[in-house]
Nanobody
Framework: VQLQASGGGLVQPGGSLRLSCVAS????????IVWFRQAPGKEREGISC????????YYADSVKGRFAVSRVNAKNTAYLQMSSLKPEDTGVYYC????????????????WGRGGQGTQVTVSS
């Protein structure tokens, strides 16, 4: 029972990537989803969440206007479309269940539930 993030890679500044988050062992529509990342030597940062029905989404200021979260429950998959990427976006990206329901903003780490292996995103020229 886990969430698996994929789709990372090496991209030039200003480029785009789309990350996927696939649920296995449970129905994704039971949960809101949070995306978070961890850069080398830095703490984990919650960057976006989406409610289980996709009726609400929130973003950290660091990615607002550049990233877009979505989900297709019929495919048991959530997505993070990343555009206008910057070197400071480099890190390992993870998805997890959001136990707060994504009702009032990107949740703190205490509300992150089950997750899984992340995917590396490197933004460099």
């Amino acid at each position: 029972v886990q969430l698996q993030a994929s789709g990372g890679g090496l991209v030039q500044p200003g480029g785009s990537l789309r990350l996927s988050c696939v649920a296995s062992g449970f129905h994704l529509d039971w949960y809101a989803i949070v995306w978070f990342r961890q850069a080398p030597g830095k703490e984990r940062e919650g960057i976006s969440c989406i409610s289980n029905s996709a009726s609400s989404t929130y973003y950290a200021d660091s990615v607002k206007g550049r990233f877009a979260v979505s989900r297709v429950n019929a495919k048991n998959t959530a997505y993070l479309q990343m555009s206008s990427l910057k070197p400071e976006d480099t890190g390992v990206y993870y998805c997890a269940t959001d136990l707060s329901g994504c009702r009032s903003g990107v949740p703190a780490a205490t509300s992150w539930g089950r997750g899984g292996q992340g995917t590396q995103v490197t933004v460099s020229s």
